[in-house]
């Protein structure tokens, strides 16, 4: 079946402009997480849902980022004023349901350029 | 704050060694670790995931072990091939939230 996929699959996009990912999940996954990967690191964990729960947003570095997801499917991540400091890949995953002994299947990512 | 890390950077081997990556994270209170394989411009590919209460997986030649109590995992890759070149990541689990480790770029030389 269809796996995770992401769109754009690049950004580029001029500091101060807002910036909208895009996350398509598997479907009936119901946890969608959103991470980052900066140039020579791991990856950084910035958003999670599960279902309709509230969604758990410890990760997000600054109120510049925000995410929905409608539906229970589709997910955004926002970015507002990108800095250069944005520039990374964006990687969504999804899983089944959330929890230990499940594994998340990744997208391609959004590879983010600030100028 | 979970701290995952993971030695080498880097890795190049001549095809058919076996070899041995190695992740370290800080809190053992770790619901499950799990291996993915990152190409360029893809995703990660997940490769083996042990719940905490595990010692190890195996799939194919790939084997994970996993010993909490000294916060170390390794990944064992039996006669690497050409095609096993790719950012091998590790990742441990406090529930609903992986630590990812930066990675080690495995590079298998024909």
């Known amino acids: 079946g269809a796996g995770v996929s992401q769109s754009p699959s690049n950004k580029v996009t001029e500091k101060g402009k807002d910036v909208e990912l895009r996350c398509d999940p598997i479907s009936g996954h119901t946890a969608l997480y959103w991470y980052r990967q900066s140039l020579g690191q791991g990856l950084e964990f910035l958003i999670y849902?599960?279902?309709?729960?509230?969604?758990?947003k410890s990760g997000l570095p600054s109120d510049r980022f925000s995410a929905e997801r409608t539906g229970g499917s589709v997910s955004t991540l926002t970015i507002q004023r990108t800095q250069q400091e944005d520039s990374a890949v964006y990687l969504c995953a999804s899983s089944l349901v959330a929890g230990i002994q499940e594994t998340q299947y990744f997208g391609p990512g959004t590879r983010l350029l600030v100028l | 704050k979970q701290e995952v890390t993971q030695i080498p950077a880097a890795l190049s081997v001549p095809e058919g060694e076996n070899l041995v990556l190695n992740c370290s994270f800080t809190?053992?209170?770790?619901?499950?670790l799990q291996w993915f394989r990152q190409d360029p411009g893809k995703g990660l590919t997940s490769l083996l995931l042990i719940q905490s209460s595990q010692r190890e997986q195996t799939s194919g030649r790939l084997n994970a072990s996993l010993d909490k109590s000294s916060g170390r995992s390794t990944l064992y890759i039996a006669a690497s091939q050409p095609g096993d070149s790719a950012t091998y990541l590790c990742?441990?689990?406090?529930?609903?939230?992986?630590?990812f480790g930066s990675g080690t770029k495995l590079n298998v030389k024909p």
């Open positions: 809190d053992s209170a770790i619901y499950n």
């Open positions: 990742a441990a689990s406090n529930f609903n939230k992986f630590y």
């Open positions: 849902f599960q279902g309709n729960s509230a969604p758990d």
